[in-house]
């Protein structure tokens, strides 16, 4: 079994910065894509973010310029800067990866998501 944590949201001013984190454990063998998505109330699940295992990157226009994702293989571990924020960027966000473990086909994972609300 494959866990995904997610930590780092809250409560932030526009124009703030918050810094997520997601971090995967259990009997993982390699991590392909990880991303970020979110979903503000009443909205779709929304991709936010995409990163693949050598490092390309994918942006949803929405943030571009803004939001930095990176991760690290070694710690199993995806991030996402979040700069210049909006109260458009209020939502859930969710972490998702695409994993191959020991013993299971490969399949994605969710986290329990963290909220993130922009707000004055």
């Known amino acids: 079994q494959v866990q995904l944590v997610e930590s780092g949201g809250g409560l932030v001013q526009p124009g703030g910065s918050l810094r997520l984190s997601c971090a995967a454990s259990?009997?993982?063998?390699?991590?392909?894509?990880m991303a970020w998505y979110r979903q503000a109330p009443g909205k779709q699940r929304e991709l936010v973010a995409l990163?693949?295992?050598?490092?390309?990157?994918n942006y949803a226009d929405s943030v571009k310029g803004r939001f930095t994702i990176s991760r690290d293989n070694a710690k199993n571990t995806v991030y996402l800067q979040m700069n210049s924020l909006k109260p458009e960027d209020t939502a859930v966000y969710y972490c998702?990866?695409?994993?191959?473990?020991?013993?299971?086909?490969?399949?994605?994972?969710w986290g329990q998501g963290t909220q993130v609300t922009v707000s004055s």
């Open positions: 990163i693949t295992y050598g490092g390309s990157t």
């Open positions: 998702n990866a695409n994993v191959r473990s020991l013993s299971a086909p490969t399949r994605d994972y």
């Open positions: 259990g009997r993982i063998y390699r991590i392909n894509d």
